[in-house]
């Protein structure tokens, strides 16, 4: 009996690393919001007003291939496909230039969201934490180390909901590249080792319901699934 904590500590959540036996221990999620025009655009925010940050807890990330239950407190489960960028390495105040050099590798997510709850809290001035912490709200793929992958800078970015398009976009639109993303956060947060960064998602966002089976994918990093659950 470990007499370090009163009761056993929660184990830390990780994904599998593609070409490994290894995991990648996930530290913290955060996202970036509004990075795509289209996207913007569709969720009626300005276009002019720059991208931004939020965050969802760690234990949030599920494996590709999970059933995921319709999460409770809500009546519109919205799909966001995106690429996630996963941190080997950590800084503050990160310059451009060395930006790509905090990353680990790359993956393909899904920030799942309470839409309605979102859209209130917005009207409300409430936080959004709860729109976008629901358990299971980040189905993500194994993590691709960059000496597979690369630094992906442009390719098709997708997501089909019981084989029917949904999304559709290409990463070269992302408003804040990978290493100004890096750079951008680090300004606010000192950025760690397990950090996941989710990138942003293009235009064509939409409802899941139970009994869904969701496959989405970015052209030389992965291809997420995942379906929907009861509730
Ligand atoms: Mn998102």
Request: hydrophobic content about 40%; some cysteine.
């Amino acid at each position: 009996m470990n007499e370090e904590y009163a009761f056993a500590p929660p184990a830390r959540p990780a994904l599998p690393v593609a070409g490994s036996e290894r995991l990648f221990p996930v530290r913290r999620v955060y996202c970036v919001g509004r990075n795509y025009l289209e996207h913007a655009r569709e969720m009626g925010l300005g276009e002019r007003v720059p991208p931004f940050f939020f965050a969802k807890p760690a234990d949030a990330v599920a494996a590709s291939g999970a059933e995921i239950p319709y999460p409770p407190r809500t009546a519109s489960l919205h799909h966001e496909i995106e690429l996630v960028i996963a941190l080997g390495r950590g800084g503050r105040d990160v310059g451009i230039d060395h930006a790509l050099e905090l990353v680990f590798g790359y993956a393909v997510g899904n920030d799942l969201t309470r839409r309605d709850l979102q859209s209130d809290a917005r009207q409300k001035g409430h936080p959004w934490d709860l729109a976008k912490g629901a358990d299971q709200s980040a189905p993500v793929t194994p993590i691709v180390p960059v000496a597979l992958c690369g630094h992906p800078n442009s390719g098709r970015i997708w997501l089909e909901v019981n084989d029917v398009p949904r999304q559709h976009g290409d990463i070269a639109d992302m408003f804040w590249s990978v290493p100004e993303i890096i750079a951008e956060l680090s300004t606010y947060v000192a950025l760690a080792p397990g950090d996941l960064i989710f990138t942003g998602t293009p235009a064509g966002v939409g409802a899941l319901h139970p009994g869904d089976r969701v496959v989405g994918g970015v052209e030389g990093v992965g291809v997420l699934e995942h379906t929907i659950g009861a509730g």
